[in-house]
């Protein structure tokens, strides 16, 4: 019959299998990864085309790799359509920018940072300490993992479905200074409204310069009302490295005031460090610091409190 295939799928007379690869990819890209394999053996000339569809990764781990901007790593995680899972650990950026990840599909991210990043300039390099910011728009995105970032500059959008949620804020040379730390715990707050497991580092609790200002009452402003995260989802708080300071103790009481489903919530005392003979952080008053967290009225009758020595091993991490 004119125009018909040779009785060897894959001939000459076979227009499908002739036409150009990247068309057959945009074709094969409609149809699901099983489909994919499948169509594989309809030609030898698609014998192994299913192991270069882009459309299959689905979990991907980027360790201690040099990005040349930040805008790099977004269009990479962009053509992965059904990404899920995605690890950017020891990464490293040349520029002082904001990291973005916009993935529809994915639904488990971890970013760690690395302490120092390499920031090219010219013909030479030299290692800095970079404050990179931080974007996330990922709508089924369930688990948020956040180390070591510097910069309070970061928004999640469109997060309806994360659940649980890491952000440890790593102190940079000049240090966060009380007012960024509070606002970028409220805004965290705002963003993730329907989380139920957060972990937080003690950078939003306290700024290490703080202890030195002439100013004891600095003002530590929470959010007005009560997030929907905090009513009908919060379920689990985790503090960790708490010293006994007022500004804790409200952080504490507005999660116990406004927490309405909270059922868990351990505090972790920090231990005892010194820089240049004069002590940081410790726990010289816990009993007090205990004694006011027992008195403070709750929303959830179910809440169990629990505080924990520094000698523990467990790890923020965990």
């Not at 970032?149 to 952000?167: A, G």
């Amino acid at each position: 019959m004119e125009g018909g295939v040779d009785d060897e799928v894959g001939g000459d007379g076979d227009r499908l299998s002739n036409l150009p690869e990247n068309i057959v990819r945009h074709i094969l890209s409609f149809l699901d990864s099983i489909d994919i394999v499948r169509a594989s053996a309809v030609s030898r000339k698609w014998r192994y085309i299913w192991v270069s569809m882009p459309y299959l990764l689905k979990s991907l781990e980027l360790c201690s790799i040099m990005f040349m901007d930040s805008l790099s790593l977004a269009n990479f995680v962009s053509s992965c359509p059904h990404l899920e899972n995605l690890r950017v650990h020891e990464c490293s950026f040349t520029d002082d920018d904001i990291i973005e990840i916009t993935a529809a599909s994915l639904k488990d991210l971890s970013i760690i940072l690395h302490e120092r990043s390499m920031l090219f300039k010219g013909p030479t390099s030299r290692e800095q300490t970079i404050q990179f910011g931080l974007k996330v728009v990922c709508p089924n995105l369930v688990s948020l993992k956040v180390v070591s970032l510097r910069s309070h500059k970061f928004s999640f959008q469109e997060m309806n479905s994360l659940q649980n949620v890491l952000m440890d804020f790593d102190r940079p040379d000049n240090n966060l200074d009380v007012p960024q730390c509070c606002h970028a715990l409220s805004k965290m707050l705002k963003g993730v409204c329907n989380v139920n497991a957060l972990k937080v580092s003690e950078v939003f609790l306290e700024s290490r310069s703080f202890r030195w200002w002439t100013k004891p009452n600095f003002p530590w402003k929470m959010p007005n009302g009560t997030t929907s995260c905090l009513k009908y989802h919060l379920k689990i708080v985790e503090l960790f490295n708490v010293a006994d300071d007022k500004h804790e103790l409200d952080l504490v009481r507005f999660f116990l005031e406004n927490g309405y489903v909270l059922q868990k919530m351990r505090i972790f005392w920090a231990g005892n460090l010194r820089v240049n003979g004069k002590r940081i952080y410790g726990t010289e008053n816990t009993d007090e610091f205990i004694s006011e967290v027992m008195k403070f009225p709750r929303s959830s009758s179910n809440v169990a409190l629990t505080f924990v020595e520094p000698e523990s091993r467990i790890s923020f991490y965990d």
